[in-house]
């Protein structure tokens, strides 16, 4: 198993300002991948990030919103950028331990006003 | 698209009872299959995963598999209040990312 501390667990941001997510794995990982679940929803996937390389944005997300961290194998950084109250939701990063399991973060819940 | 698809509930059963959560996925391919419990306000966690067709049991949760129909179920047998929660299914083909169905909210009454 992966154990996945995520930081901060939640936090209230004035609009138009930016947070920045944290997330540390005890081990080495090929990928970390980041989602967004909005209320009542299930997982959207954000992005996949790569160490040494840009991230993978999937449809919907782009660099410039969502720029995203990988120095090393066991951490991660994504920011929300510019802020909007639709931005309100919980931000999960996980990683996949190849066919064994995917592991998530303890998410970031995030209140835009 | 890889899809995963499960009814968004919720599904009520009463306490003692067998919940019966189902999940149908699109690529054939798929080899391993999962299903995470996700209580509200809190992060997705593994409660189960089965990777050959048949039934595969863990204290009170089954998981069943039938690759042909290419379909997965988890039964929670005596069903408790505590398993009040959503219940994602998710599917992994080997190199390449885990796609999560949306989840199905069920809820144990007392």
């Known amino acids: 198993s992966a154990v996945i501390s995520q930081k901060p667990s939640r936090d209230i941001c004035q609009r138009g300002t930016s947070l920045t997510i944290q997330c540390q794995v005890d081990s080495q990982v090929t990928m970390m991948f980041w989602y967004r679940q909005q209320p009542g929803q299930s997982l959207t996937l954000i992005a996949t990030?790569?160490?040494?390389?840009?991230?993978?944005?999937e449809s919907g997300f782009v660099i410039d919103k969502f720029p995203i961290s990988r120095p090393n194998l066991t951490f991660s950084t994504l920011t929300v950028s510019n802020m909007s109250p639709e931005d309100s939701s919980i931000y999960l990063c996980s990683v996949e331990l190849g066919e064994v399991a995917a592991f998530f973060g303890q998410g970031t819940r995030l209140t835009v006003v | 698209q890889k899809e995963v698809e499960q009814n968004s509930g919720p599904l009520s059963v009463p306490e003692g009872a067998i919940a019966s959560l189902n999940c149908t996925y699109s690529?054939?391919?798929?080899?391993?299959f999962f299903w995470y419990r996700q209580y509200s306000g809190k992060s997705p966690e593994l409660i189960m995963s089965i990777y050959s067709n048949g039934d595969k049991e863990d204290g009170r949760f089954t998981a069943q598999l039938n690759k042909a129909s290419q379909y997965v179920s988890l039964l929670i047998r005596d069903s408790q209040p505590s398993d009040s929660a959503t219940y994602l299914c998710a599917v992994n083909t080997y190199g390449q990312n885990f796609v999560f169905g949306p989840g199905t909210r069920l809820s144990v009454l007392p």
């Open positions: 990030a790569n160490q040494g390389s840009e991230a993978t944005y």
């Open positions: 690529d054939r391919g798929s080899q391993s």
